[in-house]
C-alpha cells in the first residue's frame, strides 16, 4: 500500500483497532523511517486527542467513522446506536438510583430503631437509678449458678440484676416470677441478656412486700409463659 492509501487509516491505527494486512502495511512503512507516515500519524494522534479531549462536537472522516463502528461490531450508519446508548445509561443511572433511595430508606429505618432502643434503655436506667435510690429498696443477693441482686421497693416494684446467666437456644428467653407465700408463680415480665451473660429487668408498679415469698427466674418460650415450664434458673428467698 501506498504512503497515500495508509494516510487516513493512522486514525485507527493510533486507536488500536486496525488490524491484519493493513496495520502490517502502516507498521512497515513506519518501522522504515518513513517521513510520509510519521507525519500521517501525528496527525492522526492530535485529530484523535481533539476528538477525545474536546467537548465541541468532532465530525470524524467518513471512512475512520465507518471502519471504527464496523471494528465493535456496530454496522448501521447514523446516530442510532448514540440513542440506545443514552437511553441505556438513563436506565443504569435510574436503577442506580433507585437502589440508593433503598439503601438510604432501609438506613434511616434502622437509625430510628436504634434510637428507639437506646432511648428505651436510657428511660429503663432512669427509672433503675430512681428505684435504686428509694430509702424504701431491699437488696438480696444469690450466687449460686447465676450471680446478683434482687431489689424490692413497695411502690415502685421489683429490680433484677444479674450476671453468670446460661446462653439460651434459639426460641427460648429469660421469665421473671414473683411467688407469694402459699401461692402460685405470677408472670413478671420477659428479659434478653443485655451482654454475656448479664440482664438487667425491671418490673414497675407496687408490690406487696409483706405477703411475696420469692423472686425466680425460668428459661421459657420467647412468647412467655403463664406458669413456670422449667426448673428455676433464679430462686431468690426474699424472707
Known sequence: MTCEELKDLYELYALGVLDGEERDEAE???????EVCKRSLNDALVINTMLLSSTAAAAPRRRLKRRLMASVGVERTGWGWAAALAAACMLVVALWLSVQERHRAS??????RTLMQVSAQRDTMSQA????????????????????????NPR??????????PALDPGKIFEMWLIP?????????????????????LLPGPVDVSTLA????????????????????????LS
Open 28 to 34: 512497515a512503512h513506519l518501522s522504515r523511517g518513513c
Open 214 to 237: 420469692v423472686v425466680a427466674v425460668t428459661i421459657e418460650p420467647e412468647a412467655g409463659s403463664a406458669s413456670p415450664t422449667t426448673t428455676p434458673i433464679i430462686a431468690v428467698p
Open 181 to 201: 407465700k402459699g401461692g402460685a408463680p405470677r408472670p413478671a415480665g420477659l428479659f434478653q441478656a443485655t451482654g454475656p451473660g448479664s440482664a438487667f429487668h
Open 156 to 165: 415502685s416494684g421489683v429490680l433484677l440484676i444479674s450476671a453468670n446467666l
Open 129 to 152: 437509678l430512681s428505684f435504686l435510690n428509694q430509702p424504701e429498696t431491699q437488696q438480696v443477693g444469690f450466687s449460686k449458678g447465676p450471680r446478683g441482686n434482687v431489689f424490692v
Open 107 to 112: 438506613e434511616l429505618a434502622e437509625a430510628r
